[in-house]
Structure formats: C-alpha cells, structure tokens
C-alpha cells in the first residue's frame, strides 16, 4: 500500500501556513489489512480509519457517485484498485486535490500548484455539483484566504449559481450547514463568506433574511454606508478584526434583520426594527440548529442594541430592565457579549470604525453596581420571597440612579 498527505495538509504546507490536522489517503489496500494494521475503522458511511499511535485520519482511496438526493444521495467505491487520481478528482477545489509522499513528492493532476500561485479557488471537475455543500466550503475558504488574495474562479462561481438555484442546497442538513457556517465566521473575514454566497445566489436559499437586507437604505446621518447589507458586513468584518467569539459574531450577522421588513414608505427609518427582527432571528436560528448560546445572545442583542447605543440616556429604570433581562447576576459572561456586538455594530459604520464607543464602560459600570447590591441586609431586615426580590429592585435602581447622576456630572 501507498500512503499520502492530502488535501489541507499539503496545501497549507505550499502556502507556508500552518498545519493543524492532517488528512491521509491510502492506496492499493483493503479494511482487512488496514485492521490487520491496527488502524481503527471510524465512521459508517466512508472506509475511513484512525491511526493507532498518532489518532490522524487515513481514508482509503475512492470513487464517489451521486445516486440521490441530498447527502445520504452518495454511494462510494473503495477497493485496492482506486488510483491516487481517481481519489483526488472527487474532491472540491483543485488547491485541495494535491497529494504528497513521504518524500515530499507532489501529485498534482488538477494544477492545484498552479491555482495556488494564481490565488484561485476553482473546482476539480463538475461532480463538483454533486455535493451543495461544497457552496458553503468554497464560500468559507475564500472567506480564510481573502487576505492574501484568492478569489473565486468564475467558472466556479456560475456553478455555485447553477447549485444554488436547483434547489439542491435545501437538501443540505441543519448540522453540516452549521459546521461551515461556523467555521466560516470564525474566518479572518467571514464576511467574504456571506458576500461570495450572495454573489453565487445561495444566500438568497440558505439566509434570505440577510439577503434582504441589501438594498434597503439606512439614515446616512448615522449610517454614511446607506445599504442595511454593507453595515451587515461591516459590523462582521469588525467582529473578526476585534477577535470576537462566535456568539458574537452570529450575533452580529443577525441583529438587524427588521430592516428587511420596513415599507418601503417609511425607508430610510426603521422605527420598531428590534422587534420585527426577532421573528426572522429566531427562523434562522432554528432553521441552523445554532446553539443555544448562539441563538440566546442573537436575540439578545437583536432586541436591545439599539438600547445599548443609547445607553447612556437610558432612564435608570430602563437600564434596571436591561439588566434584568441580560439575568447580569448570573450571566456576567453573555452581558458582556453583549456589549461587544453592540459595539461592533457602532464600529461597524463606513468612516466611524475608530470612533470611541463609552457605552460599553457605562453599561460595564452600570453592571457592576448592580451586581453590588447586597442581599444581606435585606435578609436581616426580614424581607422574604417576593417581597426580598422587590426591595433587591428598589436598592438596585436607587443605586443605578445614584451612578447615573455621577457619570452625568
Ligand atoms: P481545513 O484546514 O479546514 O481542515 P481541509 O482542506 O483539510 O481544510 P477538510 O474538511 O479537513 O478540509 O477535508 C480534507 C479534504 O477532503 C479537503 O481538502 C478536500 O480535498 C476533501 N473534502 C472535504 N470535504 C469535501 C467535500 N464536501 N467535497 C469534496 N471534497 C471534500
Ligand atoms: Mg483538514
């Protein structure tokens, strides 16, 4: 048998990156011997196994034949007669299709090198069109690469268009669209992802929430980009540059979803768009299967970010509200997250990307004082039940009120 590096492995490695996990192909053996080497088998659907000592992947080399629809849709052929080739050509983008000895030998039938050197990302063959996945993937290494200059092959892109448009990318499941959609935003600039999905049509099928937004004006008094869809990639592209975690980042991509709903008579306002929102977020959530942490801060700030931009005018009993609502005693963490996204989408504005955000220390600080308030004495004073909860309120306003005042001085 004769065993390669491929696919991520090989091409970080000619781009002279990093190298996390890598994948390897195995030719010209069978399962039995693969046991009999004290390989562990991984995984019903694919020959696929684990390698006793280093736990990395070895996958034996296959053919692969669409036989239906969707994911389940695939029946594959794996036997010792599969030829390196064969195994790479069912692969997505050709950058992907390399392989390499222990010798550091490159097969490389599809140019990935030369796509490489040309920065392109373009698919291998068109059993591309196989797979709707490989939408999201193309869409999330672009989205990884952007920086140094890869773009998407155009004959790609119509393909992506063709895919996208043949309802194939419907029959993909909640849980692999989510591992690219996560992934994606986890990018250096997930908002590459979104825009190259926009420009190949699959937004439009997978989030038409978000594809609704461009097109719809804002006031450039606070807005100077205008377009919903640009300050939506915007606030994305600040929460990767501020190194923000995937809450936050979903967060980001869904808070303003209302927009998409406003008559056209009332544009550029979008008077109640914190709450018309929040019907379309919960949809996208559900429709991914996000986790709950993500689908709860998504909410979150949908709801309220238009009460963090204002929060230093905020009533000292809307602030409590705020509060309140955010559960700040138990969840520190979330209020936080919180802050973060309705930072970034102040950040997230053409021109004012630098500009000073004091909400955030003020909604800290608010916070905090909160949070100080002390149970004790209230327990001492024989407050009980829902009563004790009452006062605790009553303090923690009367101390909000107090903080007000000093920040407004
Ligand atoms: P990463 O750095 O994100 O791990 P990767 O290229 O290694 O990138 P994997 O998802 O680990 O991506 O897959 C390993 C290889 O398997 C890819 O490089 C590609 O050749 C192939 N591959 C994975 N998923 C698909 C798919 N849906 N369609 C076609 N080829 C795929
Ligand atoms: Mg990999």
């Given at each position: 048998?004769?065993?390669?590096?491929?696919?991520?492995?090989?091409?970080?490695?000619?781009?002279?990156?990093?190298?996390?996990?890598?994948?390897?192909?195995?030719?010209?053996?069978?399962?039995?011997?693969?046991?009999?080497?004290?390989?562990?088998?991984?995984?019903?659907?694919?020959?696929?196994?684990?390698?006793?000592?280093?736990?990395?992947?070895?996958?034996?080399?296959?053919?692969?034949?669409?036989?239906?629809?969707?994911?389940?849709?695939?029946?594959?052929?794996?036997?010792?007669?599969?030829?390196?080739?064969?195994?790479?050509?069912?692969?997505?983008?050709?950058?992907?299709?390399?392989?390499?000895?222990?010798?550091?030998?490159?097969?490389?039938?599809?140019?990935?090198?030369?796509?490489?050197?040309?920065?392109?990302?373009?698919?291998?063959?068109?059993?591309?069109?196989?797979?709707?996945?490989?939408?999201?993937?193309?869409?999330?290494?672009?989205?990884?690469?952007?920086?140094?200059?890869?773009?998407?092959?155009?004959?790609?892109?119509?393909?992506?268009?063709?895919?996208?448009?043949?309802?194939?990318?419907?029959?993909?499941?909640?849980?692999?669209?989510?591992?690219?959609?996560?992934?994606?935003?986890?990018?250096?600039?997930?908002?590459?992802?979104?825009?190259?999905?926009?420009?190949?049509?699959?937004?439009?099928?997978?989030?038409?929430?978000?594809?609704?937004?461009?097109?719809?004006?804002?006031?450039?008094?606070?807005h100077p980009e205008i377009d919903s869809g640009i300050h939506t990639l915007s606030v994305l592209e600040q929460s990767a540059l501020h190194r923000q975690p995937l809450t936050v980042r979903w967060a980001c991509l869904l808070h303003d979803l209302g927009k998409g709903l406003?008559?056209?008579?009332?544009?550029?306002?979008?008077?109640?768009?914190?709450?018309?929102?929040?019907?379309?977020?919960?949809?996208?959530?559900?429709?991914?299967?996000?986790?709950?942490?993500?689908?709860?801060?998504?909410?979150?700030?949908?709801?309220?970010?238009?009460?963090?931009?204002?929060?230093?005018?905020?009533?000292?009993?809307?602030?409590?509200?705020?509060?309140?609502?955010?559960?700040?005693?138990?969840?520190?963490?979330?209020?936080?997250?919180?802050?973060?996204?309705?930072?970034?989408?102040?950040?997230?504005?053409?021109?004012?990307?630098?500009?000073?955000?004091?909400?955030?220390d003020y909604l800290r600080g608010a916070a905090t004082v909160a949070r100080s308030v002390a149970v004790q004495p209230l327990l001492e004073k024989g407050f009980k039940g829902p009563e004790l909860g009452?006062?605790?309120?009553?303090?923690?306003?009367?101390?909000?009120?107090?903080?007000?005042?000093?920040?407004?001085?």
């Amino acid at each position: 048998m004769q065993i390669y590096k491929v696919g991520g492995a090989v091409r970080d490695r000619l781009l002279g990156k990093p190298v996390t996990d890598i994948d390897w192909v195995v030719v010209g053996a069978t399962t039995e011997e693969m046991l009999a080497q004290g390989f562990r088998p991984v995984g019903a659907d694919f020959p696929v196994f684990l390698h006793p000592k280093t736990g990395e992947e070895y996958a034996l080399a296959r053919t692969e034949r669409k036989s239906g629809r969707g994911y389940g849709g695939f029946t594959f052929h794996a036997s010792p007669e599969v030829t390196l080739e064969e195994d790479l050509i069912r692969r997505d983008l050709t950058i992907n299709a390399m392989a390499e000895d222990d010798g550091q030998n490159l097969t490389d039938p599809y140019n990935g090198q030369r796509d490489l050197e040309g920065r392109i990302l373009r698919h291998v063959s068109p059993a591309f069109a196989e797979d709707p996945l490989r939408v999201l993937r193309v869409a999330r290494f672009a989205a990884r690469y952007a920086a140094l200059g890869f773009t998407v092959a155009p004959e790609t892109l119509e393909l992506m268009r063709t895919l996208s448009e043949s309802g194939e990318l419907e029959a993909l499941t909640a849980e692999r669209s989510w591992k690219e959609i996560s992934r994606a935003l986890m990018e250096e600039q997930p908002q590459v992802f979104i825009q190259v999905l926009r420009d190949c049509g699959a937004l439009k099928v997978l989030m038409p929430e978000v594809d609704a937004l461009f097109g719809v004006p804002q006031p450039e008094a606070h807005h100077p980009e205008i377009d919903s869809g640009i300050h939506t990639l915007s606030v994305l592209e600040q929460s990767a540059l501020h190194r923000q975690p995937l809450t936050v980042r979903w967060a980001c991509l869904l808070h303003d979803l209302g927009k998409g709903l406003t008559p056209q008579e009332e544009w550029p306002r979008h008077i109640a768009h914190e709450h018309t929102g929040l019907k379309l977020i919960k949809a996208v959530n559900e429709r991914f299967k996000a986790p709950k942490e993500c689908q709860e801060l998504a909410l979150l700030v949908g709801q309220y970010h238009t009460h963090g931009h204002r929060a230093l005018e905020l009533k000292a009993t809307t602030l409590l509200e705020l509060l309140q609502s955010f559960d700040v005693y138990r969840r520190p963490q979330r209020f936080e997250e919180f802050i973060a996204a309705c930072e970034m989408d102040a950040r997230g504005r053409k021109g004012l990307e630098q500009r000073s955000y004091p909400q955030a220390d003020y909604l800290r600080g608010a916070a905090t004082v909160a949070r100080s308030v002390a149970v004790q004495p209230l327990l001492e004073k024989g407050f009980k039940g829902p009563e004790l909860g009452e006062a605790l309120k009553r303090e923690r306003l009367k101390a909000l009120k107090a903080y007000k005042e000093a920040a407004a001085s």
